[in-house]
Structures are given as structure tokens and as C-alpha cells.
């Protein structure tokens, strides 16, 4: 019999990675500014000026320093 619960689970986007830099840091939250001018607070451990990456509000570690491009189709 299938797992109906893990089914469901598997209807519902993914959460994105998204990679920005800190601007800020207060009591383990850190506001991150995104590529195209978005800013979104994520916890853990970072510093003011370092790049990384964040998943559902937490971030998952440091990101390289690459010059952001955009291209359209």
C-alpha cells in the first residue's frame, strides 16, 4: 500500500536554495540582500560582507564570491 502522506509531501515545491550577501547581523538573524534587490532574514552563523547560501530561512553555508549575471531567453 502506498504511503498517501509521502504522496502528498511529494506534490509541494521544493524549497529553493538562494545564495545573497549579509548586510546585516542581530542575535543569530542576518539580513540578506538577493541578486535581483530582494531581502530576506535567514538564522545562523554569518558575518557582514560574506556570501551564502539559505533554504527556508536558514543558512546553509558560505557561497562563493562570483559576479551575478543575468541572462533572458
Known sequence: MPNIYRQFLDLLP??????????????????I????????????????????FVRDGVIDGPAPALTYVEGEA
Open 14 to 31: 521544493k524549497r529553493p536554495l538562494q545564495s545573497g550577501e549579509v548586510t546585516a547581523v542581530d542575535a543569530g538573524v542576518a539580513t
Open 33 to 52: 540582500m538577493l541578486p535581483g534587490g530582494g531581502v530576506i532574514q535567514a538564522r545562523g552563523q554569518a558575518t557582514v560582507g560574506q556570501r551564502v
